[in-house]
Structures are given as structure tokens and as C-alpha cells.
């Protein structure tokens, strides 16, 4: 049983919206966590919104004419993130989802690094991702909530502007080797991004506070990172929602001292150029 790998389209958006919520529902239900879409238009909205974007390619399983699954990955910034991948439950284990992961990889080509994210409980995934080649980098917690604490006096959080993406691409860099301005003017576009100043000068940004999914943030020091954290969660109108690589545990201590809650744990996992991160950060889905 061979699937036809092919280009999605927009007529695929319905079909690949039904898998993706229903292969996340289903490991989720199998372990006892909440589900990452609350319906299958939630999944349709999504595979929609990446089937237009230009900075994003996917790709669908096909057998005997039916979509079975589906793959995308984020082409926009130097390193490549890959997500999500589904494939039809009734399938899952049957080397569907190996054969998009190896048409992501394939596009990918000579591409600086490529990263993903995944759910630490799902051991399958976990093994063919690692099959492949990724390396299991931070282990991650979901969490979410609002900060007890509100602003941090001595700093300055506010929306971020057009203005601040060199700025907030030139910390990336710092941090992670790399920079994500295609990423950060998604943001700006389609989310509600923040910076936090210190001294008059951008020391930390997040990209999309309150959905983790699309959620990325670098920070000089632990110290930035709370700042814009209470200040993201003062203003805004739901909890924040956040990637926190558990390995800062001084960080996650004052999470759960400020009543935030780990939702599900998680893994980054990379491929090619991997630089340890040179102050605070918090993935995306994407990496």
C-alpha cells in the first residue's frame, strides 16, 4: 500500500481539516489530554489558512483517490518547520506518515535546519521522527494562563510595530543563530505580537501570546521574559498560551508560582544547524 504524494490544493482544505482534527482528538483521547482543536472546523480553518499561505508547502497522501493525510512545512525564515502532520487514524502505523515526512525533507533540500515539534506522549511519532534523522533537543511543556502578578515596573511591554521586527530579528539572531522575520511579519499581520523594552531598547518579543501554536518568544534574560510575560497577560483578553522548554526551571517555577498550568508535554526535535539558545526563549510549533 503505496500513497500518491501530491501538491495540496484548496479543494484538499475540507478533507485534510477532518484528519487533522480527528488524528490529534484521537492520541489525545488515547492519553487523557485536551484536544488541540476543539472541532473539525478549527481543523479546516487551519489547513485552509496554510494551503493559501505562499511561505508554506504542503503536500497530501493519497490512496485509491482518497486523502488520507497531509504534511506542511514553513519555508518563509532560513530554518524550516514542519507541521502539522496527520494522517487518517485508521491508517496511522501504516508508513503514510513516513512517506510525507520524506516529501517535507526531500523539499527541504539544503536548507539551513529543519524542526518541528511533538507530542511527547505519542511514542510513534517520537521514533519516526528520530528515524529520519531529528534529534530530540528540549523537552517542553504546554502552558497556560494569565500572570498573577501584572507589569513588572522598571520595564516597558507593549505591541509590537513594524518598526521593531529589525530590532526583535537582530535578538533572534542573538539567541538562536538564525532570525524569523518572515515569521514575526506574519505575526504583525495576523496576531497580536509584544515586545518588552528595558532601559529604552527591545530586550524580548513574543509573537502570538495567546496561541501557542503560532507562539515563538526570545528574551535577554530570565528577568525580560517575566517582564513581557505580565505584561502580555495584562493586556490581553484570553490566558496566555506558551511552549515552555522545561530545562529553564527557574522560569517555569515562576510559571506555576504565577499560576499558569501545564497543559501537555512536548518535544522539540531538529535537524541540521542547532545552536544552544544564548538567553530565554519559547518555541512555536514550527520551532
Known sequence: MTPEIRPAT????????RIIF??????????????????VEAGMQLATTFIAAPSIYGVVAELDGRVVGSNFMAEGDPIRGIGPITVDPTLQGSGVGRRLMEAALARAGDALGVRLVQDAFNTRSLSLYAALGFDVREPLLLMRGTPR????????VRPMTAADVDACGALCTAVHGVERTHELQEALRLFAPFVVEREGRITGYLSAATFWLMNHGVAETELDMRALLAGAGAMSPEPLSMLLPTRQANLFRWCLHQELRAVKP??????????????CYLPSVLY
Open 10 to 17: 484548496p479543494a484538499d482544505a475540507e478533507v485534510c481539516g
Open 266 to 279: 512536548m518535544t522539540l526535535m531538529t535537524m541540521g544547524h542547532y545552536q544552544e539558545p544564548r538567553g
Open 22 to 39: 480527528e488524528a490529534f482528538k484521537g492520541i489525545a483521547d488515547q492519553h487523557g489530554f485536551p484536544w488541540d482543536f476543539p472541532s
Open 149 to 156: 502578578s501584572g507589569p513588572d515596573l522598571g520595564y516597558a
